[in-house]
């Protein structure tokens, strides 16, 4: 089941869940919100959603039937799940929704001892128009504490032995997040929620040492120069003079910028690629532009720059971004701005 919310992780929302409807290997599409599963509904994605966190009643309230039918919807507190089967009854049909656990990650969730010591299953089972499709939960170090994992795992059963016995028995079981999936066979149950590593990423650098396998990153992040000039030796580049050059330059300028996610913290140290060489960054990223160090290579407007992908022999990761900015690759690839064209190849 791929996590296809937040834009995809950057990589284009409607690109990559078009690619999901297609895809035989894709039971059920993830997203984040009803306003995310609303918004695939509108563009003909007819796969089942599993909504992961939010969800406005009002919004639910307005829609047909027909569109909820197939969108299963997360629960995790008892009012949320009353509210429901009332919205459910007064439109004649059945909401599915899966029960979030909250078993040590201290997010969303319903406690343990809300279901394994109150009436809550009671009251659960007690929802006609609702069906319990599914239940998870979600690990907090799944590659990094492996001691607290057991212990996540552990509560996580006990709730399904408790809930069993209560007659609550859903059939979609889940727990494994990408790294989790790669690195624990015991955190799969009956279904997996593929995020990070379903673009080619690594979760952490601890799951790619415990992983028996490649993954290869699908995303590159392409742009063009647009001017190419001399600037002579001591002469200031980009906002603050943060960069004087030390030499005749030949300066590229590329039209991206912190609006298009690409990070300001790579002002005077970030590189590029070009003609398959990496280039330095000089000065300050701005808004809508970068400046580049083109000296010594041959270089024209129109040129293409690399900034995420390989170019030759070199190769500029999203892991190596986020080691120079000082955050983790899901930033990096999900904070590339929506509006950016998404070419599918």
Not at 30 to 40: C, F, G, I, M, Y
Not at 116 to 138: M, R, Y
Not at 177 to 183: D, G, I, N, Q, T
Not at 256 to 274: A, I
């Amino acid at each position: 089941m791929p996590v296809v919310k937040s834009n995809a992780y950057g990589h284009g929302f409607f690109e990559v869940a078009g690619f999901c409807e297609t895809s035989p290997t894709v039971k059920k599409i993830l997203v984040v919100s009803l306003d995310e599963a609303l918004k695939l509904r509108g563009q003909k994605i007819k796969k089942p959603i599993v909504v992961l966190s939010f969800f406005n009643l009002e919004q639910l309230k307005k829609q047909k039937g027909q569109i909820l039918e197939n969108i299963s919807l997360s629960v995790y507190d008892l009012k949320t799940a009353r509210a429901l089967n009332k919205i459910a009854r007064a439109k004649g049909i059945k909401i599915k929704i899966h029960l979030k656990i909250d078993t040590g990650t201290s997010r969303i969730g319903f406690l343990p001892a809300e279901l394994t010591v109150s009436d809550a299953s009671k009251t659960l089972k007690s929802f006609k128009n609702l069906f319990i499709e599914g239940i998870f939960s979600h690990f907090a170090a799944s590659e990094t504490n492996k001691k607290y994992t057991r212990k996540q795992l552990s509560v996580f059963k006990e709730i399904l032995l408790k809930l069993k016995e209560e007659g609550i028995s859903p059939p979609l079981k889940h727990f494994a997040c990408s790294a989790a999936a790669l690195v624990s066979s015991q955190s799969h149950f009956n279904a997996i929620r593929l995020g990070i590593g379903f673009y080619g990423l690594w979760a952490s650098k601890q799951a790619k040492k415990a992983g028996r396998f490649a993954l290869k990153p699908v995303l590159s992040w392409q742009t063009r120069l647009i001017q190419v000039k001399k600037i002579p030796k001591n002469t200031p580049v980009g906002y603050g003079c943060s960069c004087v050059v030390n030499r005749p330059t030949t300066l590229g300028i590329i039209p991206v910028g912190y609006w298009d996610g690409f990070d300001r913290r790579l002002s005077n140290c970030g590189q590029v690629l070009h003609r398959g060489k990496r280039c330095n960054i000089l000065g300050r990223v701005c808004m809508n532009m970068t400046m580049i160090d083109l000296t010594g290579q041959p270089a024209k407007a129109g040129d293409q720059i690399t900034l995420i992908g390989r170019q030759s022999r070199e190769k500029i990761t999203a892991d190596e971004m986020a080691g120079k900015i000082g955050t983790i690759n899901y930033e990096v690839v999900s904070r590339i701005n929506p509006l950016l064209p998404r070419i599918l190849k």
